[in-house]
């Protein structure tokens, strides 16, 4: 693990944030995402505030728009996946490919309406945030070669196309209503995920 110090907070003057105003933004970020998949998007950004332990005014502060606060959370979730690929590459398991996708989709179908929210106001996380797409990218490229080494998964597969997957995995749930059951989401997360396996000779 490194100990690195944390990756500065730009704000919208483009300082970095104090230590205790990151962690109160992180803390805002957090709540926030946890509300949006419990209660769904009505929910208020000083009740936001509020389950968060924090002022109005630092949400406000941080997220002047109900949009930069979507934003903001979906590559939050981005950069928390990123992490969660590190670790699992430093653990050497084969199966790590599949542990992460199967994050990778569960965090999808949990904050289905926060993509819905950027998708109607147009906005694209690979536009918005490319570094920490490609980073994810290339966390899946590493795990997919290591997987592909070890024969726990398909020799004709690219990383585009397991990114591809996982998107159609995002719009199967959706499609089928199981946004809000772990149970079915995970089960159509399987499904997709089954085809990645190598075929049987």
């Known amino acids: 693990m490194s100990s690195q110090p944390p990756e500065p907070v730009p704000t919208a003057h483009g300082r970095e944030l104090r230590a205790d105003a990151r962690r109160n933004r992180e803390r805002v970020l957090r709540t926030a995402q946890r509300l949006f998949a419990t209660e769904g998007l009505g929910v ?35 950069k928390q996946l990123v992490a969660e690929g590190g670790v699992l590459a430093g653990t050497g398991d084969p199966a790590a490919l599949f542990r992460l996708l199967s994050r990778m989709i569960a965090s999808g179908a949990e904050n289905v309406a926060v993509k819905s929210a950027l998708v109607a106001a147009e906005f694209d996380l690979r536009t918005a945030a490319p570094d920490v ?69």
């Open 133 to 201: 797409a490609a980073d994810l990218t290339r966390q899946v490229a590493d795990l997919l070669d290591r997987a592909r080494a070890a024969g726990t998964v398909r020799d004709d597969l690219t990383a585009d196309e397991v990114m591809a997957l996982v998107a159609g995995a995002f719009a199967a749930i959706r499609h089928a209503g199981a946004e809000t059951s772990r149970e079915r989401s995970a089960h159509i997360a399987q499904l997709v995920l089954d085809g990645l396996r190598p075929r049987p000779r």
């Open 44 to 78: 208020s950004l000083d009740e936001i505030a509020r389950r968060a332990g924090v002022g109005p005014g630092t949400v406000h502060r941080h997220f002047p728009a109900k949009e930069a606060l979507y934003l903001a959370v979906a590559i939050d979730q981005l």
